[in-house]
């Protein structure tokens, strides 16, 4: 049998979709001055998480580029 809708978070692809996702879309959110004064100011603690993302995404857009590509065809195509 498949793995519930609830439960695919917790599979290996679920993680790899969820984090690429977050790292986008703090990536984006960065480039919104208000949201970027508001969510990313700070760079330590639990909303540091949301900074780090914001840099990874920003720094390494190329790889997160590609490895969102390559994600996205194994959902699609391949799973």
Do not use: Q
């Not at 969820?18 to 004064?37: D, E, M, Q, W």
């Not at 840099?55 to 490895?67: F, K, M, N, Y």
């Amino acid at each position: 049998m498949g793995v519930p809708n609830a439960l695919a978070v917790y599979s290996f692809d679920g993680l790899l979709v969820f984090g690429l996702l977050f790292i986008c879309t703090c990536a984006y959110l960065k480039k919104v001055p208000r949201l970027n004064k508001w969510l990313l100011s700070e760079k330590k603690g639990v909303w540091g998480v949301f900074y780090k993302a914001a840099v990874i995404g920003t720094r390494l857009h190329v790889p997160v580029a590609l490895s969102c590509l390559v994600t996205g065809v194994y959902v699609l195509f391949i799973k």
